[in-house]
C-alpha cells in the first residue's frame, strides 16, 4: 500500500482529542459507573486508532509485525493498570507492570 504522509495533521488532530476525552474520563467525571464503563472501551480504542493511522502513514505491512504485538502489549498492561475506585470515583494508576492495586489511595477502600 502506499504510505499517506499527509494525514500527519489527521492523526496529531485525533490524538489531541483522545487525550482530552481521555482526561475526563479518568478525572474529571465523578460517576462511578459511567467511568467504569468508558475506560476500558477508551483504552481499546485509542490502541485500534494508533494502528489504523501507523498503517496508514507508513503503508508497511511488515511493519505491522511490530506495532500490533506492542500496542496490544500496551493496551493489556493499561487494562490492567488502570482501575476505579467503588467508594469515591478515583481512577487508579497503580504504576506496576503485572500487580494490581488492592486498595484506594485516597479513601482506601478495597478495589474490586
Known amino acids: 500500500m502506499k504510505p499517506h504522509p499527509e494525514i500527519t495533521p489527521w492523526f496529531i ?3 489531541i482529542a483522545l487525550a482530552i476525552v481521555g482526561l475526563w ?3 474529571l467525571d465523578k460517576n462511578v459507573a459511567r467511568k467504569k464503563r468508558l475506560l476500558p ?3 481499546v480504542v485509542a490502541g485500534v ?3 489504523l493511522f501507523t498503517f496508514l502513514m507508513t ?4 511493519m505491522m509485525g ?5 500496542v496490544a502489549l500496551i493496551t493489556f498492561l493499561n487494562l490492567r493498570q488502570f482501575r476505579v475506585c467503588p467508594t469515591c470515583g478515583r481512577t487508579i494508576h497503580s504504576g506496576m507492570w503485572f500487580a494490581r492495586a488492592q486498595y484506594c489511595p485516597k479513601c482506601g477502600g478495597r478495589l474490586d
Do not use: K, Q
Not at 503503508?59 to 511488515?62: H, K, P, S, Y
Open 66 to 70: 511490530f506495532v500490533i504485538p506492542a
Open 41 to 43: 472501551v477508551s483504552i
Open 49 to 51: 486508532i494508533f494502528v
Open 25 to 27: 474520563i479518568t478525572y
Open 13 to 15: 488532530g485525533v490524538w
Open 59 to 62: 503503508g508497511d505491512l511488515r
